[in-house]
Structure formats: C-alpha cells, structure tokens
C-alpha cells in the first residue's frame, strides 16, 4: 500500500531540517520503505479537506490506503510496529524504547518548544530579554537530567530504537540556540544520529523540497 | 506479576487528582488490574535510588517484575498493550486511538502545561499580567481545534480509548483556569470521562493518599 506524508511546501527553517515531517522521512528511511510526499501551503493546511486528515491544521499526516495518521509521534510509532528496525523485539525492551519515545515528546521537547516561542514569537515582547534566561535554565534542567542518564552510552538503550530517533529530533531544534554545545555527551548522540546513512538520505529530502520549490524549480 | 507504582507523598495538588498518577491509576482501574503504590517525598525523587527508575526525577514509575518504565503515556501504553479495555482491535482503529495519546501529550498539554507555568511559577515576575493573555490564547487555540473536531461526538473516535483518557486527563489540568467552560462540547466530554467507573476510584484513590498523609494517619 503507497504511503504518502504532507510536508511544508515553504518550509519556516529554510530546509534546515526541524520540520517534522523530517522525523517521518526519518523513520521510513529506516525501515526501507519508499514514500510519496504533497506538499502544501499554510493556507492549505487550514483548509477544510487538511483539517479533515489532521484536526490541529498541521503537518505530517500519513496516508496508507484507509487509514489516515496525524501526529509524529503516532506515525512513528506505526511505522516502527509494522516494519522491523525501529524496535527491539524482547517486550521489556520495546517498552524501554517507547518510552524514550513519549519522554522525548512530553518531558525533554516542551521546553525546547518553549525556548523556540521565547526566542521567535515572544521576541519582540518587552519581557523578552528578562525572562529568556529562566526558560533557558528550564531546558538544562532537562539536559542535565538526559546527560547523567545517557553517560557514555551510544543509544538510550542498548541499541538505536525510535526512541532515539525522537530523542535525537527534539534536541536538534536546540542547535540555534547553543545550549547542545554545554553538554559534549548529548552533542556527539546528537551527531551519531545525523550521521546514519537513513537521516542523511532523509535530511536531504526535505532540503531538496526547499531548494526547488524556492528556486521555483 | 504484581505492579507497583510511585505517586507524590504529598501531592502538590492537595488531592485534586491533577498529578499524573491519577492516569495511571485510571488506566489500571479500566482494565481491572490491581497494583501497589510507593510513596515519595520531593526530596526522595532527587535521590539516585529514584533515579535510577525515573531519569527525571518525576512520578509515577511503575514496576512489574524486570520491567521498569517511567513516563507516563508509555505506561499507559503498557498497560493498553497487556491488558483489553483501552485500545481497539482493528489495526487502523488502533492506530488512530494511539494517535489520539499523542495528540494530547504533544500538542494538546503543552500550551496548558505552559498556562500552568505562567499562573504559578511566574506568576511573581513583572511580566505576569501582561503575558497571560498570550498563553492562555495558545490554549485557545487548541481547544478551537479540539473542540471544532469533538463536534456532538462522545468520544473522540467510535469508543472509549486510551486516547480518551490522555485527553480528557490533560483538559483536567484547565479546570482551576476557567478556560475549558469556554468550550460546552469539551467540558461534557471531560465530565464524561470523570463519570466512569474506573475514574472516580482512581480519584479517590489518590485524593486518600493525601487525606491521609496531611492528617498523619
């Protein structure tokens, strides 16, 4: 059955690769699965037939014959359960590694998410400048947490899962900011997730979409 | 196997069932599996031997022979996976209710944990007054979403799923806000899910921890 994802037709980070749709092209590289992508406008993610397939206007959805996905961490997670290389097999260790998987998207990426809204939208408030080092200190009290835990491992776990994927996703958004660079540990983690051959593959993809659809190509 | 989990000594919500136990317990409660607490105080989750279970120092965990997992959506998962109640059969129904789990960690909860955060932990700082509007429209702006998608619907998809769960759980965390009366569709919809069964023991479950603790018995 064909897969189709949606991605930024424009993407906000100029093809620097933390769209989310990212992740998705991630995770199929992985598995080996080749995928179709549409692409769409911002007005068109508020529109009617996209709201249909994603209630929160945003993208990636996935579409495999009738079924319809939204949400990265869903789709992922598919993915992951019906293509081996994503997830251990034994049960405890698959546990593990979904866990990785929510701990990534609800404890270590809201105040990344946070730092990126005072650092873009909130930029312009007067409290802007104030309040930054507080929500700066928010994300190293996670990072300090994720470091002492993943000491001089090479995964979360004993190998790489979708809970690394997601791991690695989240902490790339950090890169602007600097903040990757005071922990040398989750920067080298960091950097052994963009060398796979699968996020490289993927990581191309989507800059491809910027430079074409930017050059009008 | 017997299954333990650790829940807040002395919740900060004084019984309000807004700490992330409270889930847990539900999801036990729905599928009818018995389980054990551990009790902690602040100081004993930054200790190692807490650590050691929960990388980030939070509560809950929750124990079952070998297995140790922390965070609570993979708990929930978990507990979904092993035990009938809380996810459906089919694959693409299945599917879709994991989606609905995700959706309310990553997208629904983080504009409301970050209301959380401006209401208490900022709401000493010069800028308080003046950035509520602002995070409170964020929320806004999901509960549009949300609430546009519930429609007259009951549950988010044909049946009560894991999904629900998650989702009702974080539309809770608005109560003390006044913003989910906004939306008539969404407060029926979480009063629903406050009426079963399964919840209001897992409520009174951990609204006697505190009776308890704060009275010493």
Redesign the interface.
């Known amino acids: 059955m064909p897969i189709t994802i949606t991605a930024f037709e424009k993407s906000p980070d100029r093809g620097a690769g933390l769209a989310r749709d990212t992740r998705v092209r991630w995770a199929l590289e992985e598995v080996g699965q080749p995928y179709e992508v549409r692409l769409l406008s911002f007005a068109e993610m508020k529109k009617p037939a996209h709201?249909t397939l994603h209630?929160?206007?945003?993208i990636p959805t996935y579409e495999e014959g009738?079924?319809v996905?939204?949400?990265?961490?869903?789709i992922i997670?598919?993915i992951a359960e019906c293509h081996s290389g994503l997830l251990p097999e034994g049960p405890?260790a698959r546990?593990?590694a979904?866990?990785w998987?929510?701990?990534a998207?609800?404890?270590v990426?809201?105040p990344i998410?946070?730092l990126s809204i005072a650092r873009i939208l909130?930029s312009d408030?007067?409290?802007a400048e104030?309040?930054l080092p507080?929500v700066k200190d928010r994300v190293r009290n996670?990072l300090d947490?994720?470091s002492?835990?993943l000491g001089d491992a090479v995964w979360l776990e004993s190998a790489f899962s979708a809970g690394d994927l997601m791991m690695v996703s989240v902490l790339l958004r950090l890169k602007p900011s600097g903040l990757l660079t005071e922990y040398p540990n989750l920067a080298d983690y960091v950097a052994r997730g963009e060398a796979r051959p699968a996020y490289k593959r993927a990581f191309a993809a989507q800059l491809a979409v910027f430079t074409d659809t930017s050059t009008g190509g």
Chains 1, 2 share one sequence.
């Not at 996905?69 to 869903?74: H, I, N, S, Y």
């Open positions: 709201l209630p929160f206007g945003q009738d079924l996905l939204f949400e990265t961490g869903a997670f598919h405890d546990a593990r979904i866990t998987m929510f701990a998207l609800n404890t990426e809201p998410l946070d909130e408030k007067p409290w104030q309040r507080l996670r947490q994720l002492r835990h």
